[in-house]
């Protein structure tokens, strides 16, 4: 990419705050948002029409995630084993450098200069284009809206969607800038020039990437899922496939996808499956005529074991990233997804980025929502996303140097004065003299309130005391009956 | 200490006090609602397969053969793809030498670094057989092997593929259960035609694989 893009919302920014109030600002962007989330909802729940088959279902995913969680190591080493009996290569990351060396040393062994990747959040997690790039290996896109997203050097909006705040004008308009085609707003105009160019990079490519979506233990089989098919063509087409995915991916056996692939694919896209379901156990093997003649798998923890630690955060790692979360929640529907700043964003990105970077450079993840509970509603795996921000808002103003210590950045919106002031605030509730005191000073003298009280004034009108408390009401109305 | 060790490590040392939640599966669950008569079993996977924008056609006993050289010949279609080794592949083409029918039939056989550029350019549509379809969700479960190997399916436009309506299974569960163990190296499910929505929720079929796909149902005879 030869120029850089002039973001509405500098993605490199962690800042939440300062994102959204640009971002709020962008009437096309909240259109698109707005149309795109209204029709994945009503596209999940015709999907879902019955509610005893949809909550017995969740229920069962949840169990199944929980169990797999309950007995992670084991299912890891069991996976590994398999895998490398059928003769998939295992490599274990513990951060993003680590999973980045790893790819790389894979690439230069085979003298790569251009890699194809299907859609995987864990190489954005992992920034893999940008390190390949400084490599001198090209790495390129291949799901349609990834593609779209690189080529306007912009990040993921969605896990799902990623090109999903840009209309089909903008993607034209893109299209002609980047890739000197006549200018069309017609999609399937749009999407066949864009196969026709990704074809030629599926022909060449040296390496194939991509993600997983569950990683069967007792069969050693990593499962992907897809739509377009360039997973399938990325996985199958170079000489090599390397799939990257987080350890939490794993599940005991093959039965355990059925009720997980359901609820992923209705959840995410209102979809009873997707196109391709591409279950892959081994290279290519003696007599077969194609598929990569190596396959990698790294397993990246990148923070999420600190999760794992704590059995209330742990339920964060139930996600099977399908996206209803976001798709339903009223704060990403109009910030977009860029504003997060996080590779995932959304509820479930409020919930894991803290993890993945640490609190101090998600102060304010945890903060930005209304705790509404759309999300641990419509979660398939039912993690209860709203106590997750909850208590996450709890660790984010604990005192750095309590122990023990959950999270990287503990106590990074911890604040002396604001502790001492609740302490206050404590100390006046259990009082009774002085809340009487209190209470009849502040209805007696409400009028006095000033106008402008802060941070609180700038969005909200100031409180003003009622004439008299409840207690003395309560008190008035109980004489005044007997 | 190496990163394998770290992360087992610290998970193991996560989980000290605690009790494996085993066996937590209730196939009901996933088998019950999604329950068909036999007869059901063909008119749902040919519904929900039409409605992905496949094209399902059926047919009896022998038939097949035929109902395929006319639905090539409808669309023009000169060369097709085949597995000569299955029998289906066979079946085919003894039928296409004694009809003298013009069609040129190619065979995968030989390693894809050997043809590639002739089967990304060359290649207008191929003829596959499946291991199983399922009813509940309108899907092929096809298992490459050296026959018929993984990109038969993937790369040429059109892909056709012939299923048994014996071979129908109510749900994925159930067909998982006849799965061959160990897993094949390459297993598939397949419901539709290549497509994505990605520009503004749009469908557009034909993203990276297949534009078409043509489904054989044959019924006994």
């Known amino acids: ?482 | 200490m190496s990163a394998r060790e770290k992360i087992l490590a610290s998970l193991r040392s996560s989980l000290i006090g605690t009790t494996p939640i085993t066996d937590p599966f209730d196939a009901t669950l996933v088998d019950q609602p999604w329950r068909y008569s036999a007869a059901e079993r063909v008119t749902r996977l040919k519904e929900l397969m039409t409605a992905v924008h496949g094209e399902v056609h059926l047919t009896r006993g022998n038939q097949w053969p035929q109902l395929l050289s006319d639905l090539l010949a409808q669309r023009k279609i000169n060369k097709l793809l085949i597995a000569p080794t299955t029998a289906h592949g066979q079946t085919f083409s003894a039928y296409c030498q004694v009809h003298h029918n013009p069609l040129q039939l190619l065979a995968y056989d030989r390693p894809i670094e050997e043809w590639k550029r002739e089967l990304f350019d060359d290649v207008p549509a191929s003829f596959t057989g499946t291991l199983a379809g399922i009813a509940a969700t309108g899907t092929l479960v096809v298992q490459p092997s050296p026959a018929e190997p993984r990109l038969m399916s993937l790369v040429p436009p059109l892909h056709i593929a012939l299923l048994h309506a014996s071979q129908i299974y109510d749900n994925l569960y159930q067909a998982q259960q006849d799965w061959p163990k160990p897993m094949p190296s390459n297993l598939l499910l397949i419901s539709g035609p290549s497509k994505t929505a990605d520009i503004e929720q749009v469908l557009a079929y034909g993203a990276h694989g297949p534009k078409d796909l043509i489904v054989l149902i044959v019924e006994d005879a």
């Open chain 1, 1 to 482: 990419m030869n120029s850089q893009r002039i973001h509405a919302v500098d993605i490199t920014a962690r800042s939440i705050k300062a994102n959204s109030r640009l971002s709020l600002k962008d009437q096309q962007l909240r259109n698109n948002m707005r149309s795109a989330m209204d029709s994945l909802i009503s596209k999940r729940i015709i999907s879902m029409p019955d509610e005893g088959e949809r909550e017995n279902l969740r229920e069962l995913g949840n169990k199944v995630r929980a169990s797999a969680l309950s007995q992670l190591p084991d299912l890891l080493e069991l996976l590994e084993a398999n895998l490398i009996k059928q003769g998939i290569q295992v490599h274990w990351a513990s951060t993003t450098e680590e999973a980045n060396a790893i790819v790389l040393e894979i690439a230069k062994a085979r003298n790569a200069t251009q890699v194809i990747k299907g859609k995987s959040m864990v190489s954005e997690e992992m920034a893999m284009n940008e390190h390949l790039t400084e490599h001198g290996i090209e790495a390129l896109e291949s799901d349609m809206g990834e593609y779209i997203i690189q080529l306007d050097n912009e990040k993921p909006t969605h896990i799902i969607m990623p090109a999903i705040h840009k209309n089909a004008e903008q993607v034209g308009r893109l299209f002609e800038h980047r890739l000197a085609l006549p200018y069309t707003d017609d999609v399937d105009s749009l999407i066949q020039s864009a196969r026709g160019i990704l074809r030629e990079k599926f022909f060449h490519a040296d390496i194939g990437i991509s993600g997983v979506n569950f990683a069967v233990a007792e069969t050693g089989t990593l499962l992907l899922v897809e739509n377009e098919g360039n997973g399938r063509m990325s996985t199958t087409v170079p000489p090599v496939h390397i799939a990257v995915t987080g350890i939490e991916k794993v599940v005991a056996n093959l039965q355990d996808t059925v009720p997980l692939l359901s609820l992923l694919t209705r959840s995410a896209l209102g979809q009873g499956i997707t196109t391709y379901v591409n279950m892959i156990s081994a290279p290519r093997q003696p007599g077969e005529l194609d598929g990569p003649e190596e396959v990698h798998l790294v397993l990246l923890d990148n923070g999420r074991s600190q999760a794992f630690a704590d059995s209330e955060l742990r339920q964060t790692l139930n996600c099977i990233r399908c996206g209803a979360c976001m798709n339903h929640c009223p704060v990403y529907t109009r910030i977009g997804g860029q504003a997060y700043g996080t590779v995932y964003p959304g509820p479930i990105g409020k919930i894991i980025s803290p993890h993945l970077l640490g609190l101090e450079n998600t102060p304010d993840h945890p903060s930005a929502s209304s705790l509404c509970g759309a999300c641990g509603e419509v979660c398939p795996v039912k993690i209860p996303i709203p106590a997750l921000l909850r208590r996450l808002r709890e660790e984010n103003v604990k005192s750095p140097s309590q122990q023990p210590q959950i999270m990287d950045g503990q106590g990074s919106r911890y604040s002396a004065k604001e502790r001492l002031l609740w302490k206050g605030w404590q100390y006046f509730n259990s009082v009774p003299l002085l809340y009487k005191t209190g209470t009849f000073m502040a209805t007696r003298f409400g009028g006095l309130t000033p106008k402008n009280l802060g941070p609180w004034t700038q969005h909200h009108s100031a409180p003003k005391p009622a004439a008299r408390s409840l207690h003395e009401l309560a008190k008035a109305h109980l004489e005044k009956k007997s």
